[in-house]
């Protein structure tokens, strides 16, 4: 995503394939539940070092930008997802602050879940939501 693009998409709303988090100097464990949501619906973006406030967004920046990135990576390569989860990464500088992109697409082997399978989110609108079982097996 261009930096044009993560600009307009901030001054619209969070919908099906855009979500920021404000992570300013550490993972927020409902990362996990939009990467899970991300791969077994339409893919999207997950923006760290932005925060909502209402219907607006206020971009907070990351601390340690390398350390929260390595953590997002390391976390998808090791034994948390039953999957190896790829992505997109970008950096971006904006109002002097750093702001982390991840691209999260559609995985072919669903369902995408981290710890145990309770653990599958779908996503909806706006919203990160657990997977009902008939969900799961479909």
Do not use: C
């Amino acid at each position: 995503m261009a930096k044009e693009e993560l600009i307009q998409k901030l001054s619209s709303l969070e919908w099906e394939d855009f979500e920021v988090k404000k992570a300013k100097s550490e993972l927020p464990k409902s990362v996990w539940e939009t990467v899970s949501a991300f791969s077994n619906t339409n893919g999207g973006w997950i923006v760290l070092g932005v925060s909502e406030q209402g219907k607006n967004f206020e971009i907070t920046g990351v601390d340690n930008a390398g350390k929260l990135e390595q953590d997002f990576l390391n976390t998808l390569r090791g034994s948390k997802f039953n999957v190896f989860v790829a992505t997109k990464q970008e950096v971006y500088l904006i109002e002097n602050k750093i702001v982390l992109s991840f691209y999260v697409p559609v995985h072919k082997s669903k369902p995408v879940y981290y710890n145990n399978q309770v653990n599958t989110f779908i996503r909806r609108g706006s919203a990160d939501q657990r997977a009902t079982p008939v969900e799961i097996d479909s």
